[in-house]
């Protein structure tokens, strides 16, 4: 009867630490049985059994989920509740596919809010047997002219961004830095408008993060899938919704990005570049510099977002807008 009370309470004690190998489980079996047929005091032998599992390590995380969460944070969440841009810019119109610049047309309230919802979800861990995770993600950018109440306080601009990426997490060392993060994704972005305003593109996008003590830093590098020009020939040109929306896309926002981020434990700071290192043109790319702040709620912080360049949403891609925004940060990309 006792005997079988300690391989009980062994079993037990197995299956409480959720033990998953087979090879532990045969040793803990293998260590009992020898401590049973021992020619000791049922006393000794408890104490013997006792003394083993105390001994035995375990690793609290060997079953549990990588990811806490299945809804998780991908790029930036926040809010601008103000932004500010020197740059005059006309409100744009198109009559029958084509962009109308009569005098229809107003100035847009230099005022302006924008929001980002950034969320991804895993779908399998160790895809294919890469070492990778694939992942789904969803990124919506909004701009709103909520002060300008002469037009109804419309949203201007919505882009909207689905990727199907694979993420690997090697934490390898180059030598004082880390790889922390790789990422291969395949991402669509469009604006969901009709023809003459829709702007759509798809391309891949490769992504490397490093870290060296307080510093974190990386580049995007993408590829845009190519897109037939427009038809002027088709005699429902230029309504016709085959081609690309936007053409010469690359040539002013680039094709790669650059970033350099600082932590500490009152702010932290990133500084971004896009354009094309191949084919660097001085005048086009874009420079974006956001400081965040904790605040005294620990749900936000405090953001300030500086924006010099083009492609700062699709429907004015070939448009140079220079701007500064505050608001709040809700869910950080690192």
């Not at 709103?144 to 306080?153: A, L």
Request: net charge negative.
């Amino acid at each position: 009867m006792k005997k079988l009370l300690i391989v009980l309470l062994c079993t037990g004690f197995v299956f409480a630490k959720e033990a998953k190998e087979s090879t532990f489980v045969g040793d803990l079996v293998d260590e009992v049985s020898s401590t049973l047929d021992s020619n000791v005091t049922d006393k000794m032998k408890l104490e013997t059994v006792e003394k083993y599992i105390k001994s035995i390590k375990f690793d609290d995380k060997v079953d549990k989920s990588k990811y806490k969460f299945n809804l998780m944070a991908h790029h930036a969440n926040f809010m601008l509740l103000g932004g500010y841009s020197s740059t005059k810019l006309m409100e744009r119109h198109w009559t029958n596919g084509v962009e109308d610049t009569s005098t229809n047309g107003y100035e847009r309230d230099k005022n302006e809010a924008q929001f980002q919802i950034s969320i991804k979800v895993p779908l399998y861990k160790n895809f294919l047997s890469t070492g990778g995770d694939l992942f789904t993600a969803y990124t919506q950018n909004s701009y709103w002219q909520v002060y300008n109440t002469d037009h109804s306080s419309p949203f201007r601009e919505t882009n909207y961004m689905p990727e199907l990426f694979l993420e690997w997490q090697p934490d390898k060392k180059f030598g004082d830095s880390t790889l922390v993060k790789s990422r291969f994704a395949l991402i669509h972005q469009s604006n969901g408008q009709d023809v003459g305003k829709s702007r759509s593109w798809n391309r891949t996008e490769v992504h490397f993060l490093f870290k060296n003590e307080n510093f974190h830093y990386g580049i995007n590098v993408w590829h845009r899938w190519k897109e037939s020009a427009k038809d002027i020939n088709d005699p429902s040109y230029p309504n016709v919704t085959q081609g690309d929306d936007n053409p010469g896309l690359t040539d002013y926002i680039g094709n790669q990005k650059l970033f350099v981020r600082y932590d500490s434990k009152n702010y932290n700071v990133t500084l971004s570049h896009q354009n094309d290192i191949f084919g660097y043109d001085i005048n086009r790319g874009n420079t974006k510099l956001d400081l965040a702040i904790p605040s005294i709620n620990s749900n936000f912080d405090f953001y300030i977002r500086y924006f010099n360049g083009y492609g700062e949403s699709l429907i004015d891609y070939d448009r140079k807008i220079e701007r500064i925004s505050f608001g709040i940060l809700i869910a950080d990309w690192i």
